[in-house]
């Protein structure tokens, strides 16, 4: 038996755009409900859709502690952060669907309603 991963991962509105981090313990599925817009009113309000960065974590302290450590940088930090392995901003999502697991799975089982107020909206 496989241990649970747990994914930090940054959306985009667009390039240089609207930014939003998330954490959840199945990447796919939450990807997908932001994408559909049932993710959080925020993506949704700003139009938060591009997957541009996501990172694994073993445990889901690790993970929360990397999410809480990465809203608080600053917008250019993140910038940084995400053109070190994205360049050029090209969405993650499908790239997803060759992890390990992820053909053939229920997707919309994912960590709950996550809309918070330190969300980053510029």
């Known amino acids: 038996m496989s241990a ?9 509105s667009k390039p240089y755009g609207t930014l939003y981090i998330g954490v959840t313990n199945n990447l796919l599925g939450r990807v997908e409900a932001h994408r559909d817009g ?8 700003y139009g938060v859709r591009l997957l541009v960065r996501y990172e694994p974590f ?5 993970a929360i502690q990397c999410e809480k450590t990465l809203k608080r940088y600053v917008r250019q930090w993140k910038i940084n952060l995400i053109e ?8 993650l999502y499908p790239a997803l669907l060759a992890l390990p ?6 997707t919309r089982g994912w960590m709950g309603h996550r809309d918070k107020p330190d969300d980053d909206s510029g």
């Open 4 to 12: 649970l991963t747990y994914w930090v991962y940054i959306l985009a």
């Open 101 to 106: 697991g992820n053909r053939g799975v229920e």
């Open 58 to 62: 073993a445990s889901i302290e690790e």
């Open 38 to 45: 049932g993710g959080s009113r925020f993506t949704s309000r």
């Open 84 to 91: 070190r392995d994205n360049p050029q901003w090209a969405d």
